[in-house]
């Protein structure tokens, strides 16, 4: 069993910059690789970036490669997404999730941080 908490969220100008931190409870953090989703209202959740355990090999969603940087400390239980130059359309819920395979969700999510970038 995993539980999510995310913080970090809030408004920002288009152009600056947000961390958004996870942090997991639960004994088999460090061997489960962990994700960033979002989503908008009448939209689908979408993928945003994730980080394996084993070799922490990274992944990002097109839209956000070259401005956000997932990363995670196990001994911590931490997982973080450093977001630079937001844009109005990065405006969304932003949700943690562990177990994440191939950009889909895995079985644990957080109950997501709002993060609105205004223009």
């Known amino acids: 069993q995993v539980q999510l908490v995310e913080s970090g969220g809030g408004l920002v100008q288009a152009g600056g910059s947000l961390r958004l931190s996870c942090a997991a409870s639960?004994?088999?953090?460090?061997?489960?690789?962990m994700g960033w989703f979002r989503q908008t209202p009448g939209k689908e959740r979408e993928f945003v970036a994730s980080?394996?355990?084993?070799?922490?090999?990274?992944d990002y969603a097109n839209n956000v490669k070259g401005r956000f940087t997932i990363s995670r400390d196990n001994a911590k239980k931490m997982v973080y997404l450093q977001m630079n130059s937001l844009r109005p359309d990065d405006t969304a819920v932003y949700y943690c999730?562990?177990?994440?395979?191939?950009?889909?969700?895995?079985?644990?999510w957080g109950q997501g941080t709002q993060v609105t970038v205004s223009s």
């Open positions: 999730n562990a177990g994440v395979r191939d950009g889909v969700g895995g079985g644990y």
């Open positions: 639960g004994q088999h953090f460090s061997t489960m690789d």
């Open positions: 980080i394996a355990w084993i070799n922490k090999y990274i």
